[in-house]
């Protein structure tokens, strides 16, 4: 069984400073990947960026970047330089990558970017 | 491009009517999903297309019924609803890889409201 716990319901942040959302996970998988979507209020999953559990080094997608620490079980979302488009929920996920395709998603953080 | 397309975009139904939601892909791809969401909850997986096979029907009551008619099409009818099934049911498709990312991209998705 996998869980993905996000314990920030909800985040703000000043436009160009940049912003952590946490991500914990908890699977008996030995491999597995590790993925982030972000949800404006149109109600697209946008996908951001992935992790595989295999990667030695973190995930960099422009502004994304993901803090991965295996040890701690840890996938945080650093967006750096945040900008009033960004405001939206954002969900972790989670799938083994052998077998069952499902995704196993969060609860989600709702950030809003402030002028 | 990674573009899945969603028809209609809302959709108001009575619980004795029979309606269907499509979706499309044009990226090869040869899995595809279907997940209802619920306001303020993540995603929650019904249904898995895999080379235009069922793989994963999570227990979805029999008034959901899935189509795959091709590797790029999936449909989902709709019957005798109840007003608890009024949800964002978003679409997915991935590759199919048997390892590794396979990244799941999403269509916009389609809102039902059921009266």
């Known amino acids: 069984a996998q869980k993905i716990t996000q314990t920030q319901p909800g985040m703000f942040v000043q436009e160009k400073e940049a912003v952590t959302l946490d991500c914990t996970y908890d699977?008996?998988?030995?491999?597995?990947?590790l993925f982030w979507y972000k949800q404006p209020s149109s109600g697209e999953m946008i996908f951001l960026i992935y992790q595989g559990s295999y990667d030695q080094q973190n995930a960099t997608e422009g502004r994304y970047s993901l803090n991965f620490q295996k040890a701690r079980k840890s996938a945080n979302l650093v967006i750096s330089a945040s900008q009033l488009g960004d405001s939206a929920m954002y969900f972790c996920?989670?799938?083994?990558?052998?077998?069952?395709?499902?995704?196993?998603f969060g609860s989600g953080t709702r950030l809003q970017v402030q002028p | 491009d990674t573009e899945v397309t969603q028809t209609p975009k809302h959709l108001v139904m009575g619980m004795t009517n029979k309606k269907s939601l499509k979706c499309e892909q044009h990226?090869?791809?040869?899995?595809m999903y279907w997940y209802k969401q619920k306001a303020k909850k993540p995603p929650e997986l019904m249904f898995v297309?895999?080379?235009?096979?069922?793989?994963i029907n999570e227990s979805v009551p029999s008034r959901f019924s899935p189509e795959c008619p091709n590797s790029s099409l999936l449909n989902l009818h709709l019957h005798a609803l109840q007003p608890e099934d009024s949800a964002l049911y978003l679409c997915?498709?991935?590759?199919?890889?048997?390892?590794?990312?396979?990244?799941?991209?999403f269509g916009p998705g389609t809102r039902l409201t059921v009266l």
């Open positions: 996920a989670m799938r083994a990558l052998t077998g069952r395709r499902a995704l196993t």
């Open positions: 297309y895999s080379y235009e096979k069922l793989s």
């Open positions: 990226m090869g791809h040869r899995a």
């Open positions: 699977t008996s998988d030995p491999s597995y990947g």
């Open positions: 997915a498709s991935s590759q199919a890889r048997g390892q590794g990312e396979d990244t799941q991209y």
